[in-house]
């Protein structure tokens, strides 16, 4: 099931949202369930779709309080480009560290780390991540905690991944190496649904 992106006229109003939103965030944490995969102690994706990134929309325009068209619209232009196009996967990536100064520490550590995560389709080589399209989330000092990633997938990658291929990922940074060389069904079942 290939998505598409936001249309404005399909978003609630805010008064609609307001009466939705405990069963629409209910759903919408069920559903981020399969589709969040932790990456080692302290690397967490979450691979978005439509339903996580209209869920994102509606809450920024909640908690912003914003109704007039170009306030809708800045958030559409925002979040649409991180709805997966049916040739690949995408993911926000979260650094986490609990204590302050092992976040400052891991970041400068970790500098280029969003460019050294993969997935893996069966038996094909790793694609690496196309990491911060919309703005530069590193300095000279550190990388950021978040970071937004796509995985380009060539057309047999898609084949075999909707046939029933496993799906690795992992990263491979100098500072920090995880892997996973299948993710559990449920989890490559919902990323399937991401590709044409």
Same mark, same amino acid.
């Given at each position: 099931?290939?998505?598409?992106?936001?249309?404005?006229?399909?978003?609630?109003?805010?008064?609609?949202?307001?009466?939705?939103?405990?069963?629409?965030?209910?759903?919408?944490? @069920?559903?981020?369930?399969?589709?969040?995969?932790?990456?080692? &102690?302290?690397?967490?994706?979450?691979?978005?779709?439509?339903?996580?990134?209209?869920?994102?929309?509606?809450?920024?325009?909640?908690?912003? /309080?914003?109704?007039?068209?170009?306030?809708?619209?800045? &958030?559409?232009?925002?979040?649409?480009?991180l709805?997966?196009?049916?040739?690949?996967? /995408?993911?926000?990536?979260?650094?986490e560290?609990?204590?302050?100064?092992?976040?400052?520490?891991?970041?400068?550590?970790?500098?280029?780390?969003?460019?050294r995560?993969?997935?893996?389709?069966?038996?094909?080589?790793?694609?690496?991540?196309?990491?911060?399209?919309?703005? @530069?989330?590193?300095?000279?000092?550190k990388?950021?905690?978040?970071?937004?990633?796509?995985?380009?997938?060539?057309?047999?990658?898609?084949?075999?991944?909707?046939?029933?291929?496993?799906?690795?990922?992992?990263? @491979?940074?100098?500072?920090?190496?995880? &892997?996973?060389?299948?993710v559990?069904?449920?989890?490559?079942?919902?990323?399937?649904?991401?590709?044409?």
């Open positions: 099931m290939t998505q598409g992106k936001i249309a404005r006229e399909s978003l609630l109003t805010l008064e609609a949202y307001a009466k939705e939103r405990p069963s629409f965030r209910a759903r919408v944490l @069920d559903h981020k369930r399969a589709r969040t995969v932790h990456l080692g &102690e302290h690397i967490t994706l979450v691979f978005e779709d439509e339903l996580t990134m209209r869920y994102q929309i509606q809450e920024m325009l909640r908690i912003e /309080k914003t109704f007039e068209e170009q306030g809708i619209q800045d &958030e559409l232009d925002a979040y649409n480009p709805v997966p196009d049916g040739t690949n996967f /995408k993911a926000s990536m979260l650094i560290y609990e204590d302050v100064d092992a976040r400052r520490q891991a970041l400068a550590r970790l500098k280029g780390i969003e460019a995560v993969w997935v893996q389709a069966g038996g094909f080589e790793r694609v690496y991540a196309i990491a911060d399209e919309d703005l @530069d989330r590193e300095n000279e000092d990388t950021s905690a978040v970071h937004f990633l796509r995985f380009e997938l060539a057309p047999a990658m898609i084949e075999a991944l909707k046939d029933g291929a496993p799906l690795g990922l992992g990263v @491979d940074h100098p500072h920090y190496r995880a &892997e996973i060389p299948a559990g069904e449920a989890t490559r079942k919902a990323l399937a649904e991401d590709l044409a």
